[in-house]
Protein backbone atom coordinates (compact mmCIF):
# COMPACT_ATOMS: atom_id res chain seq x y z
CA UNK A 1 0.00 0.00 0.00
CA UNK A 2 0.96 3.64 -0.39
CA UNK A 3 3.27 4.82 2.31
CA UNK A 4 3.76 8.45 4.04
CA UNK A 5 3.72 11.23 0.68
CA UNK A 6 5.36 14.80 1.69
CA UNK A 7 5.33 17.78 -0.99
CA UNK A 8 7.06 19.29 -2.09
CA UNK A 9 10.01 17.40 -2.03
CA UNK A 10 12.82 20.47 -1.92
CA UNK A 11 11.55 24.13 -1.19
CA UNK A 12 14.22 27.26 -1.60
CA UNK A 13 12.51 30.15 -0.19
CA UNK A 14 13.84 34.08 0.05
CA UNK A 15 14.09 34.96 4.11
CA UNK A 16 10.50 36.53 4.97
CA UNK A 17 8.39 34.28 2.79
CA UNK A 18 5.85 32.07 3.67
CA UNK A 19 5.70 28.13 3.06
CA UNK A 20 3.32 25.67 3.09
CA UNK A 21 4.56 22.06 3.44
CA UNK A 22 2.09 18.72 2.72
CA UNK A 23 2.33 15.58 4.59
CA UNK A 24 -0.63 13.03 2.92
CA UNK A 25 -0.41 10.10 5.81
CA UNK A 26 -1.05 6.26 5.58
CA UNK A 27 -4.98 5.57 4.82
CA UNK A 28 -6.75 5.13 7.60
CA UNK A 29 -4.05 6.11 10.53
CA UNK A 30 -5.21 8.62 13.27
CA UNK A 31 -2.41 10.09 14.81
CA UNK A 32 -0.40 12.22 12.46
CA UNK A 33 3.50 13.86 13.64
CA UNK A 34 5.81 16.50 12.31
CA UNK A 35 9.34 16.74 12.74
CA UNK A 36 12.44 18.69 12.21
CA UNK A 37 15.82 17.41 11.29
CA UNK A 38 18.79 19.90 11.20
CA UNK A 39 21.76 19.52 10.32
CA UNK A 40 23.93 16.76 12.56
CA UNK A 41 20.94 16.18 14.91
CA UNK A 42 18.00 13.57 15.42
CA UNK A 43 14.75 14.58 14.40
CA UNK A 44 12.75 16.90 16.88
CA UNK A 45 9.44 17.38 17.18
CA UNK A 46 6.88 20.17 16.87
CA UNK A 47 3.33 18.69 16.61
CA UNK A 48 1.29 15.70 16.90
CA UNK A 49 -2.49 15.14 15.69
CA UNK A 50 -4.85 12.64 16.74
CA UNK A 51 -7.46 13.12 14.32
CA UNK A 52 -8.11 16.93 13.55
CA UNK A 53 -7.17 18.32 16.61
CA UNK A 54 -3.56 19.42 17.55
CA UNK A 55 -3.05 17.08 20.61
CA UNK A 56 0.24 18.50 21.18
CA UNK A 57 1.92 21.48 19.95
CA UNK A 58 4.76 21.87 22.87
CA UNK A 59 6.92 21.17 20.21
CA UNK A 60 6.43 24.13 17.43
CA UNK A 61 9.75 26.78 18.26
CA UNK A 62 7.18 30.06 17.94
CA UNK A 63 3.94 31.53 16.74
CA UNK A 64 5.56 31.82 12.57
CA UNK A 65 4.98 27.94 13.26
CA UNK A 66 1.35 26.60 12.28
CA UNK A 67 -0.61 23.48 11.89
CA UNK A 68 -3.43 21.99 10.69
CA UNK A 69 -5.40 18.90 9.42
CA UNK A 70 -8.65 20.01 9.14
CA UNK A 71 -10.35 16.72 7.61
CA UNK A 72 -8.30 14.34 9.69
CA UNK A 73 -6.52 12.98 6.56
CA UNK A 74 -3.73 15.68 4.94
CA UNK A 75 -2.22 18.01 7.39
CA UNK A 76 -0.11 20.93 6.39
CA UNK A 77 2.98 22.97 8.20
CA UNK A 78 2.39 26.87 7.66
CA UNK A 79 5.59 28.79 8.44
CA UNK A 80 5.62 32.37 8.30
CA UNK A 81 8.14 34.70 7.67
CA UNK A 82 11.00 32.11 7.57
CA UNK A 83 14.35 32.77 8.62
CA UNK A 84 17.76 31.02 7.49
CA UNK A 85 17.16 28.93 11.11
CA UNK A 86 14.00 27.23 9.87
CA UNK A 87 16.08 25.66 6.88
CA UNK A 88 15.99 21.96 7.82
CA UNK A 89 14.46 18.61 6.83
CA UNK A 90 10.35 18.43 7.82
CA UNK A 91 9.36 15.21 8.32
CA UNK A 92 5.88 13.74 9.07
CA UNK A 93 4.99 10.11 10.04
CA UNK A 94 1.64 8.49 11.43
CA UNK A 95 0.56 6.06 12.89
CA UNK A 96 -2.66 4.18 13.63
CA UNK A 97 -3.24 5.00 16.62
CA UNK A 98 -1.63 7.34 19.11
CA UNK A 99 0.77 5.74 21.52
CA UNK A 100 4.40 5.04 22.21
CA UNK A 101 4.52 1.28 21.31
CA UNK A 102 2.56 1.62 17.70
CA UNK A 103 5.24 2.39 15.06
CA UNK A 104 5.61 5.68 13.44
CA UNK A 105 6.03 5.18 9.44
CA UNK A 106 7.70 8.01 8.07
CA UNK A 107 7.85 10.26 4.43
CA UNK A 108 10.71 11.16 2.72
CA UNK A 109 10.56 14.65 4.11
CA UNK A 110 10.92 18.28 2.88
CA UNK A 111 13.76 19.95 2.58
CA UNK A 112 13.32 23.45 3.41
CA UNK A 113 16.38 26.10 2.35
CA UNK A 114 15.45 29.61 3.54
CA UNK A 115 18.66 32.00 1.79
CA UNK B 1 20.66 10.39 31.22
CA UNK B 2 18.11 12.98 30.46
CA UNK B 3 17.81 12.92 26.75
CA UNK B 4 18.71 9.92 24.21
CA UNK B 5 22.10 9.56 23.13
CA UNK B 6 23.94 7.83 20.55
CA UNK B 7 27.12 6.67 20.32
CA UNK B 8 29.33 6.27 18.09
CA UNK B 9 28.63 9.13 15.97
CA UNK B 10 30.22 7.50 12.93
CA UNK B 11 31.54 4.17 12.21
CA UNK B 12 33.51 2.98 9.33
CA UNK B 13 33.64 -1.08 8.64
CA UNK B 14 34.18 -3.40 6.10
CA UNK B 15 32.25 -5.61 4.35
CA UNK B 16 31.37 -9.23 6.20
CA UNK B 17 32.26 -7.22 9.82
CA UNK B 18 29.85 -7.42 12.52
CA UNK B 19 29.55 -4.05 14.49
CA UNK B 20 27.08 -2.86 17.31
CA UNK B 21 26.22 0.68 18.80
CA UNK B 22 24.31 2.25 21.88
CA UNK B 23 21.36 3.84 22.18
CA UNK B 24 21.20 5.44 25.77
CA UNK B 25 17.68 6.77 27.08
CA UNK B 26 15.99 8.28 30.61
CA UNK B 27 15.54 5.16 32.35
CA UNK B 28 12.61 6.78 34.60
CA UNK B 29 9.20 6.52 33.74
CA UNK B 30 10.10 4.35 30.05
CA UNK B 31 7.57 3.34 27.95
CA UNK B 32 8.89 2.48 24.74
CA UNK B 33 11.95 2.59 22.41
CA UNK B 34 12.26 2.87 18.81
CA UNK B 35 15.49 1.96 16.42
CA UNK B 36 14.99 3.53 12.76
CA UNK B 37 17.31 3.11 9.43
CA UNK B 38 17.76 6.01 7.59
CA UNK B 39 19.20 6.25 4.25
CA UNK B 40 19.74 9.21 1.87
CA UNK B 41 16.80 10.64 0.46
CA UNK B 42 14.48 7.70 1.33
CA UNK B 43 11.84 7.70 3.96
CA UNK B 44 13.02 6.70 7.92
CA UNK B 45 12.86 2.87 7.89
CA UNK B 46 11.09 1.12 11.32
CA UNK B 47 13.55 -1.64 12.32
CA UNK B 48 12.10 -2.30 15.75
CA UNK B 49 9.67 -1.26 18.97
CA UNK B 50 11.15 -2.43 22.05
CA UNK B 51 8.59 -2.41 25.52
CA UNK B 52 9.93 -5.25 27.39
CA UNK B 53 12.90 -5.38 29.68
CA UNK B 54 15.53 -8.19 28.36
CA UNK B 55 13.93 -8.03 25.26
CA UNK B 56 15.51 -9.00 22.34
CA UNK B 57 14.33 -8.55 18.70
CA UNK B 58 15.98 -9.64 14.90
CA UNK B 59 15.08 -8.95 11.46
CA UNK B 60 17.14 -10.54 9.36
CA UNK B 61 20.82 -9.87 9.87
CA UNK B 62 20.15 -7.00 12.50
CA UNK B 63 19.01 -7.48 16.15
CA UNK B 64 18.54 -5.45 19.02
CA UNK B 65 18.57 -5.61 23.09
CA UNK B 66 16.88 -3.45 25.55
CA UNK B 67 17.69 -2.62 29.39
CA UNK B 68 15.05 -0.43 30.68
CA UNK B 69 16.63 -0.43 34.12
CA UNK B 70 20.07 0.86 33.04
CA UNK B 71 18.52 2.84 29.83
CA UNK B 72 20.15 1.22 27.01
CA UNK B 73 20.03 -0.56 23.97
CA UNK B 74 22.17 -1.87 21.82
CA UNK B 75 21.82 -2.68 17.99
CA UNK B 76 24.07 -5.37 16.08
CA UNK B 77 24.82 -6.43 12.48
CA UNK B 78 25.94 -9.47 11.86
CA UNK B 79 28.04 -9.47 8.18
CA UNK B 80 27.82 -5.87 7.55
CA UNK B 81 26.86 -5.95 4.00
CA UNK B 82 27.29 -1.89 1.60
CA UNK B 83 23.58 -1.79 1.59
CA UNK B 84 23.57 -1.56 5.46
CA UNK B 85 25.06 1.36 5.05
CA UNK B 86 23.17 4.31 6.28
CA UNK B 87 21.88 6.47 9.80
CA UNK B 88 20.86 4.00 12.89
CA UNK B 89 18.54 6.12 15.04
CA UNK B 90 16.86 5.24 18.35
CA UNK B 91 14.09 7.20 19.66
CA UNK B 92 12.15 6.98 23.21
CA UNK B 93 8.27 7.61 23.47
CA UNK B 94 5.83 7.71 25.39
CA UNK B 95 3.75 9.46 22.33
CA UNK B 96 6.17 11.55 20.04
CA UNK B 97 9.67 10.59 19.69
CA UNK B 98 12.50 12.10 21.20
CA UNK B 99 15.54 11.04 19.09
CA UNK B 100 19.49 11.02 19.28
CA UNK B 101 21.55 12.08 17.28
CA UNK B 102 22.20 8.46 15.64
CA UNK B 103 24.94 6.75 14.28
CA UNK B 104 25.96 7.05 10.24
CA UNK B 105 27.34 3.73 9.01
CA UNK B 106 29.15 3.13 6.31
CA UNK B 107 30.42 -0.50 5.12
CA UNK B 108 33.25 -0.27 2.78
CA UNK B 109 33.26 -3.40 -0.41
Given amino acids: GAGVSQTPSNKVTEKGKYVELRCDPISGHTALYWYRQSLGQGPEFLIYFQGTGAA ?28 RGDSAVYLCASSLVTGGTDTQYFGPGTRLTVL | ILNVEQSPQSLHV ?96
Avoid at chain 1, 60 to 74: I, T
Avoid at chain 2, 87 to 94: K, Q, R
Wanted: charged residues 20%; neutral net charge.
Fill in chain 2, 14 to 109: QEGDSTNFTCSFPSSNFYALHWYRWETAKSPEALFVMTLNGDEKKKGRISATLNTKEGYSYLYIKGSQPEDSATYLCASAPRQLTFGSGTQLTVLP
Fill in chain 1, 56 to 83: DDSGLPNDRFFAVRPEGSVSTLKIQRTE
